[in-house]
């Protein structure tokens, strides 16, 4: 993993096959800002190209995972200004969201704190959902007058349903970590001191995993959402042939004869 020791508004930390991204920004609750956006695009870009990475965490610092959209970036901007700068960012934005929910690696939010508007998008855009017990999720958009742009239409009604993605779009209803368990938004609810502890567990856990199967899966389970069952059992059995071609199953045939535990290399 190459140093990025210029980075001023995020964290990056490698430990044990898994990289940890913390956004910097804690005075500003996680705030998005073009620079923080820019920092992580050439993070994850990163990430895609080294296989030494074998699971990623994006968590905050301070009392929030991400606030959202750093709004004063833009506040005072003329309409005409507003016109070509939004387009910029959100452009940079959803680059980031695609690149998180098509990386071919578990990603985990660890929840540490709230996220709202386009924070909740970027922890729906990672694979799982770590929080600590009371954190606040919200859509929030609409309190802005504004719609979710970072992938909350599409990935909110697949977790929790149409009618509860309604709610908290169209209402900017606030669930807690415990009420988003229940509703499938978030995958664990921990006690916010095991919090490291409880996702570096589970990163541990998917890092060991045979992650080109996984990563496969995570395509299969994104791709057939929205296609027929006939398409998706082809889809499956293409996908299968890949998992059945690999070093990874072959290691866990290996293994399994050896009444070992698996060593598995993510391809």
């Not at 995020?10 to 044990?16: A, L, P, V």
């Not at 694979?127 to 970072?150: C, E, F, N």
């Not at 988003?180 to 998917?206: C, D, F, I």
Request: glycine share 8%; hydrophobic share 45%; with cysteine.
């Amino acid at each position: 993993m190459r140093r990025f020791s210029h980075m001023q508004t995020i964290e990056i930390e490698f430990r044990e096959e898994i990289i940890w991204i913390t956004l910097n920004r804690p005075n500003e609750f996680n705030a998005l800002t073009e620079q923080m956006l820019g920092e992580l695009t050439k993070v994850i870009d990163n990430v895609k190209h080294d296989r030494a990475v074998r699971a990623v965490v994006i968590t905050g610092k301070g009392k929030a995972f991400c606030y959202g959209l750093e709004f004063r970036e833009i506040e005072d901007l003329t309409i005409e200004e507003k016109r070509v700068k939004i387009p910029v960012l959100l452009k940079k934005f959803q680059s980031i969201i695609y690149a998180l929910a098509m990386l071919d690696r578990p990603v985990i939010a660890c929840l540490n704190g709230f996220a709202t508007g386009a924070g909740l998008d970027l922890a729906t855009a990672c694979d799982y959902r770590v929080a600590s017990q009371g954190v606040k999720l919200s859509a929030a958009y609409v309190k802005m007058a504004l719609i979710p742009d970072g992938g909350g239409t599409y990935f909110l009604p697949r977790l929790v349903g149409y009618g509860r993605a309604m709610d908290m779009v169209t209402r900017g209803t606030v669930v807690t970590a415990e009420e988003g368990h229940a509703m499938g938004l978030v995958t664990r609810v921990v006690p916010q001191e095991k919090l490291t502890e409880e996702t570096t567990a589970m990163a541990k856990e998917l890092a060991a995993g045979p992650t080109r199967a996984i990563a496969l899966a995570k395509g299969a389970l994104l791709r057939n959402l929205g296609t027929d069952l006939e398409k998706a059992l082809t889809q499956e059995g293409q996908i299968q042939m890949m998992c059945f071609a690999s070093n990874d199953h072959a290691e866990a045939v290996a293994a399994q004869k050896e009444k070992r535990k698996p060593r598995f290399k993510g391809y």
